[in-house]
């Protein structure tokens, strides 16, 4: 399967604790954005990153939430001294700008983690 | 105000009928705009595209007005395996690469 990974799957911790979220994007992909999605809501746009650069940051990532690609491939996502407020899947996509140029480059998304604050 | 306004339904159609979804956005200045789907549980997935001329898809078409700032989706001979969430996006004033999300519409289409 060459689509977007994410890894893990499904979290369960403790309030107070951090956890690390992986995604691998498609392969060449140099764009990767990371969104939150509660029940009942579309995706809300966290951060974006173009190979390494971090360029875009969404007023909703918190000082407790940091992203990094340090390689311009896969990232990672934490979050630190969790909330039960951080319950969400978090859900990974990525893109490669349109061959010619173009405004748009179609975001292909991961599964999604599904991230459970007890 | 949020940047996309969708109607959540849920929508609950007979086979074969036709329904449309519709959606409004706040940002006049924004670029693109898309249907996404979702199946539960599921990530999104580009359903299509929507130009400003309009454009069809099959069974799906898809309208933007933009001096209204209105976008649609119409289905038309629903399958039973249309039954999703439909997801109206937006993209920003150019340069932006996220993407806004609508809270989603929820069709289930019924034997």
């Known amino acids: 399967d060459t689509g977007v990974s994410q890894d893990p799957r499904h979290k369960i911790t403790k309030r107070g604790q951090n956890v690390t979220f992986r995604c691998d994007p498609i392969s060449e992909h140099n764009r990767l954005y990371w969104y939150r999605q509660t029940l009942g809501q579309g995706p809300e746009f966290l951060t974006y990153?173009?190979?390494?650069?971090?360029?875009?940051k969404s007023r909703l990532l918190s000082d407790r939430f940091s992203a990094e690609r340090p390689k311009g491939s896969f990232s990672t996502l934490e979050i630190q001294r969790t909330e039960q407020g951080d319950s969400a899947m978090y859900l990974c996509?990525?893109?490669?700008?349109?061959?010619?140029?173009?405004?748009?480059?179609?975001?292909?998304f991961g599964p999604g983690t599904r991230l459970t604050v007890l | 105000r949020k940047e996309v306004e969708q109607d959540p339904g849920p929508f609950n159609v007979p086979e074969g009928a036709t329904v449309a979804f519709n959606c409004t956005y706040s940002?006049?200045?924004?670029?693109?705009f898309f249907w996404y789907r979702q199946d539960c549980r599921k990530e999104p997935k580009l359903l299509m595209s929507?130009?400003?001329s309009g454009n069809e898809d099959g069974r799906f078409t898809a309208q933007l007005n933009r001096a209204s700032q209105y976008i649609s989706l119409l289905i038309r001979d629903s399958k039973l395996s249309d039954s999703a969430t439909y997801l109206c996006?937006?993209?920003?004033?150019?340069?932006?690469?996220?993407?806004?999300f609508g809270t989603g519409t929820r069709l289930t289409v019924i034997p």
């Open positions: 940002n006049s200045a924004s670029q693109s």
């Open positions: 990153f173009q190979n390494e650069a971090q360029l875009e």
């Open positions: 996509a990525s893109s490669h700008p349109r061959a010619g140029g173009g405004s748009y480059n179609e975001q292909f």
């Open positions: 929507v130009y400003s």
């Open positions: 996006v937006v993209r920003g004033s150019t340069g932006a690469n996220n993407l806004f």
